[in-house]
């Protein structure tokens, strides 16, 4: 039963977390640019205002249209109940390993295309065939990436992953790990539509990839994909942080460890957006033809990753 | 425990120097290379000093200062004044683009594993992990060398070359003779300033440091 309230308490935790973690990146980003910035909490306000207005659709638009914000946002979110947040290992990682995250995470993107295409406007056409090129390169990168851990540990469990790097910390500053957190933080920009490769902050842009796709989206719906992708923010960033540093993660249930467990979570959730932040305001927007280029990077990093952890075993 | 730590921190540093190497491959301008360049020295610098303390070898504290001198400050001024001089050079299309360029460089460093493997599995120095990241990056290096068009991001390539060189050398024996390394600065500085009149005899009779040019010398 514990086990049950914990999976449940870890993903309330992540949808209550992702707003916040989205504005309050907004908000550093803007105090770097020398602006106010609106508060950190302003995105639960946007969440609120757009559940409460009405769905304006197309008249072409089909039940697809319809049924794919609902499905980007369950997979999201059943991905938070199998990504190591607050306590490893979970009850669910006999549920689902790493290759599981991957597919759910990119069933959402798929559905997410699909819902761009299926108005016939011309910018979710663009977006969505934009969206199809990076995720064809960023997925397997994010699987290799983590392969290279899952080598050093032995199973590709990321709970197990995460416990074996506590039981033997000196990993974490091997080769394999730093390559592998490399190729991971080039494809975290790129799959939550961060600077270098996706501009989060514009509304009419004719680069802007994620934003074309959903231009046809408004009221409950709009509110649903927008959390999805805030909550994929999240998840990332907590994937970076618990798999390459997973001290704090509670390893066994007691009221103290899981209150250390969410402390340290928002700590590194800060400090990554800090990070990011921080890259944004100093980084240009790539040209699209460059995204491939920074996206081959990343994978074979992610390849020398895994090729160094195999070989150094 | 510590040599343990030992081989964690050279096969971490090695990797880092790594890095730089394969990052040059995805850059454009000339100064990100020069960029690259002065990061990847200024860690191979520390490298120098790792080793000489975990292997007990002061002179190696010396060989750093030497080293960062030359190739975090001397060499990267010498190469941005150039820049400036030819004003924004681009490498904008190199003989193989940028993604299979990358990918290739992948490959080297798993030829370099591969090819390095007997000596690792007979080693038992605690820096043996650092070696075919070593050896790669002279790959690297040469593969900067043969498929960059402008003459000073060739430089920059052989300047990583000898990088690698560097590290391999004090990765397998914990630091040559001091004189020997002094030779061998000598020895790149004064190739640096060859190559370096090169380039402006290059800039001076076709007006371009595109080195493609050299080929209409056969006409």
Do not use: C
Not at chain 1, 152 to 167: F, M
Not at chain 1, 192 to 212: C, F, K, Q, W, Y
Not at chain 1, 274 to 295: D, G, Q, S
């Amino acid at each position: 039963m514990t086990h049950y309230i914990l999976e449940i308490a870890q993903a309330l935790l992540a949808l209550l977390l992702a707003p916040l973690l989205v504005g309050f990146v907004r908000w550093v980003k803007a105090r770097l640019q020398n602006r106010r910035g609106a508060p950190p909490w302003l995105p639960y306000f946007e969440l609120a205002k757009l559940f409460g207005k009405e769905v304006v659709m197309s008249n072409n638009a089909s039940w697809l249209f319809r049924f794919a914000p609902t499905i980007v946002f369950a997979s999201a979110l059943a991905v938070t109940f199998l990504v190591p947040l607050i306590a490893a290992p979970l009850p669910f990682d006999n549920v689902g390993d790493l290759l599981v995250v991957v597919y759910l995470l990119l069933l959402g993107t798929f559905f997410l295309a699909l819902a761009g295409l299926d108005p016939g406007t011309a910018f979710g056409g663009m977006g969505a065939s934009r969206e199809m090129t990076v995720a064809a390169i960023a997925e397997p990168t994010i699987a290799l990436a983590i392969f290279g851990l899952a080598l050093g540990a032995g199973s590709t469990n990321l709970g197990r992953i995460v416990t074996a790097t506590l039981a033997n910390p000196g990993v974490a500053i091997s080769p394999g790990h730093l390559l592998a957190f490399a190729a991971l933080f080039i494809v975290t920009l790129a799959e939550t539509g961060r600077l270098p490769v996706d501009n989060p902050s514009t509304h009419l842009e004719l680069t802007m990839i994620h934003e074309a796709m959903i231009l046809e989206y408004s009221g409950r719906y709009l509110a649903l994909i927008e959390w999805a992708a805030w909550l994929k923010l999240t998840i990332f960033f907590s994937l970076l942080a618990n798999l390459f540093v997973p001290w704090g993660l509670a390893t066994v249930l007691t009221p103290a460890t899981l209150a250390i467990a969410v402390v340290t979570l928002i700590i590194k959730l800060a400090v990554l957006g800090l990070v990011v932040a921080v890259v944004e305001t100093r980084v240009a927007k790539l040209r699209l033809f460059r995204v491939p280029e920074l996206l081959g990077l990343s994978f074979v990093l992610a390849l020398l990753a895994v090729t160094s952890s195999f070989l150094l075993r | 425990m510590n040599d343990s730590l030992f081989s964690q921190l050279s096969t971490l540093g090695s990797s880092v120097v790594l890095l730089f190497g394969i990052t040059l491959l995805w850059r454009r301008s000339l100064r990100a290379y020069t960029g690259a360049f002065q990061w990847q020295s200024a860690v191979l610098a520390a490298m120098f000093v790792i080793i000489g303390y975990f292997g007990h070898d002061p002179e190696l504290y010396f060989v750093a200062v030497f080293f960062g001198i030359l190739k975090v400050f001397i060499l990267p001024r010498y190469l941005e004044r150039m820049e400036k001089r030819f004003g924004g050079q681009r490498e904008s299309q190199p003989y193989v683009n940028v993604a299979t360029s990358l990918i290739l460089a992948g490959l080297l460093v798993l030829l370099a594993y591969a090819i390095t493997r007997p000596l690792v599995l007979v080693s038992a120095l605690p820096t043996r992990g650092g070696l075919p990241l070593a050896m790669g990056l002279i790959f690297v290096g040469l593969f900067v060398v043969i498929t960059r068009k402008k003459a000073l991001t060739q430089i920059v390539g052989f300047l990583v070359m000898e990088n690698g060189i560097a590290l391999l050398a004090v990765l397998g024996t914990f630091g040559i003779p001091l004189i020997v390394e002094l030779g061998v600065f000598l020895d790149v500085l004064m190739g640096f300033l060859v190559m370096q009149v090169f380039v402006y005899h290059i800039h001076g009779t076709f007006e371009s440091i595109d080195v493609d040019q050299l080929n209409e010398l056969k006409h």
